[in-house]
């Protein structure tokens, strides 16, 4: 009995499952929507300026931000499908979850994706009075980091 009760328990793995796809797909939606309105702000405005186009460029890159947020969490959602409930699942290679280390990969992948957009925001923005370099080094301490994390992970498959 007590087997059929732990083989089963998997199935409550469906409650991540469906509040990350929701959220991810929310997070899609929203960022789409205020996009549409940033773009429409802009068309309103009518004034074409360096800085008119440098604060749309920033309000691109910030959208392209959110919606790589969105894709890990999608990302998870997926790999916690597949490695509690569906192994079968229809993925491209790329997105195959065989343990909880692939779903890590695919994770930290994203994230560091999602630093260089952040990184790249900050200069878009950058006005000159902060200190850039320094913000990017430790970006790029952190992205090294996550980076060596990668090739142990992979190299230990």
């Not at 065989?98 to 890590?104: A, F, Q, T």
């Amino acid at each position: 009995m007590l087997r059929t009760v732990l083989a089963s328990s998997r199935y409550i793995m469906i409650v991540p499952v469906i509040g990350t796809f929701l959220g991810s797909m929310a997070l899609i939606l929203y960022e789409a929507l205020a996009l549409y309105a940033s773009f429409v702000d802009t068309i309103r405005g009518g004034t074409v300026s360096a800085k008119a186009v440098k604060i749309f460029a920033v309000g691109i890159v910030e959208a392209v931000d959110v919606f790589l947020i969105a894709i890990a969490v999608y990302i998870i959602s997926i790999g916690l499908y597949s490695l509690f409930i569906d192994d079968k699942l229809p993925l491209p290679k790329w997105l195959e979850v065989h343990n909880l280390e692939d779903l890590k990969g695919n994770l930290v992948s994203v994230v560091i994706a999602v630093l260089a957009v952040l990184f790249l925001r900050e200069v878009v923005a950058w006005d000159g009075t902060s200190a850039i370099a320094a913000f990017g080094a430790g970006m790029a301490l952190m992205i090294a980091a996550l980076t060596f994390f990668l090739i142990k992970n992979n190299a230990r498959r």
